[in-house]
């Protein structure tokens, strides 16, 4: 999963932290456990973070996501909790393994309040296929879809749906000094931006994104405008307790 940052609209541009063209007469049909490249589910019950950072842009903030992943009843549930450069829960979402895809269930947006708590915001999910389970096809496309209504503000609400289609297996990506195979993937962002009486804005942002077996996605890049791209890279892995030493040392 990619965050979504709520401040206003024009910070949309910013939450959409998550392009590329392929020939339509082209068809690439990988029969593997594709399930390798999506996050090591089947081993995060202990949970982990993953600390993404901008590629050669400094004023973007540092995204951390926090996965989790159990069984309930025999089926696979992830789950991931996203945190701001403030180290403030934004987001939660969980998803379950099912025969051909990573289905999402549930989508939970905070909102950051006066009283330094946070409150949630009601998300409805419109589409739920996430990722490929155990072949990709590049004449699929996996839709996602959420969408919620802006608090203290009557009549607007923001739809966000999201394309992910296979393109290629990559070659061999590094992270700390290890070479891993990679997936290829294009994406597209739709959004739907509704406002009482003044009607829709309706941008969309293509991308593509790199996920390197065992470890998840580690690498995404996506087009905001005619030249305004935004790049982030996995930074690290570490546990929860890692994390909270970095939070407390963020506080002196």
Known sequence: MNCVRLDNFPVLFGFLVLFACFSACRVDYIARDFMAYYYPVYELQEGKIYEYRPVNVDSLPVDYWYYSSHKVEGELHFTGNYYNDRFEVQQFFREIEKEDAMLLQDFILYESVETSKQEQIAVEVLNNN????????????????????????????????????????????????????????????HIEHFVADDGYLEPSFPGIEIYAKGIGLVYYKKQLSKDVFIEYELYATYSMEEFEKKYKRSLK
């Open 130 to 189: 996430t990722f490929p389970i155990h072949f990709a096809d590049s004449t699929k496309t996996f839709k996602m879809g959420i969408k919620w209504d802006i608090p203290g503000e009557a009549g607007t609400t923001i739809a966000l749906n999201r394309e992910r289609k296979y393109l290629a297996m990559g070659g061999d990506y590094t992270f700390q000094g290890e070479q891993y195979e990679s997936a290829i993937f294009k994406t597209v962002e």
